[in-house]
């Protein structure tokens, strides 16, 4: 039971290039996320998704976009890369769908820098 | 919408001692307040939750308390020890939020042999 998984665990990109980070996970989870962290700032949710099928705008989601290709798998894609876009990005998954009281796992992270 | 701050935003404690980490919200209709730890190049981790059904929640050395006429929350760490030193995150939701969780900025605690 590997949990929530990432990928990759580093990237370096230019400007206006894209990209896409991978998260699975194998806990029959219904709900997932995307979360950014910056330093002092704590974790500021993208997108998530309450269940498979949907997907939803979160507190930061300009310059992304996500899929939900199926309940084990959500991406997250960068498809003009700047360098506000520079930090660690964590996936979570929890259970229950659409509720905000249920425990959410995080992945490893992705430490992304845009030159 | 829902505001979370943290205090402090760095802490260094002798081992041994006790730490605390305090946190406000702003949005009344919370009712779930989850702490999350996290170590050096890893995601965070669940360490202790709350509900506002509860007034206090104690796991070993970790407790957490929760005013909600205040609208705060803490976390009390007891006999610290060298694998404590981690950011610990508070957060918090409702359960009409859609999955939403809003965090603190996170704490920096340092635990000082």
């Known amino acids: 039971n590997a949990g929530v998984t990432q990928t990759p665990k580093f990237q370096v990109l230019k400007t206006g290039q894209s990209m896409t980070l991978q998260c699975a996970q194998d806990m029959n989870h219904n709900s997932m996320y995307w979360y950014r962290q910056d330093p002092g700032m704590g974790l500021r949710l993208i997108y998530y998704s309450a269940s498979e099928g949907t997907t939803d705008k979160g507190e930061v989601p300009n310059g992304y976009n996500v899929s939900r290709l199926n309940k084990r798998e959500f991406s997250l894609r960068l498809e003009s890369a700047a360098p506000s876009q520079t930090s660690v990005y964590f996936c979570?998954?929890?259970?229950?769908?659409?509720?905000?009281?249920?425990?959410?796992?995080f992945g490893p992270g992705t430490r992304l820098t845009v030159l | 919408g829902e505001n979370v701050e943290q205090h402090p935003s760095t802490l260094s404690v002798q081992e041994g001692d006790s730490a605390v980490i305090k946190c406000t919200y702003s949005?009344?209709?919370?009712?779930?307040f989850p702490w999350y730890k996290q170590e050096l190049g890893k995601g965070p981790q669940l360490i202790i939750d709350?509900?506002?059904?509860?007034g206090e929640k104690k796991d070993q050395r970790i407790a957490v308390t929760l005013n909600k006429t205040a609208k705060h929350f803490s976390l009390h760490i007891t006999e610290t020890q060298p694998e404590d030193s981690a950011v610990y995150f508070c957060a918090a939701s409702k359960s009409s939020s859609a999955s939403k969780i809003i965090f603190g900025s996170g704490t920096r605690l340092s635990i000082r042999p």
């Open positions: 949005d009344s209709a919370s009712n779930y």
């Open positions: 979570a998954s929890s259970l229950y769908p659409g509720q905000g009281t249920d425990t959410q796992y």
């Open positions: 709350i509900r506002s059904n509860v």
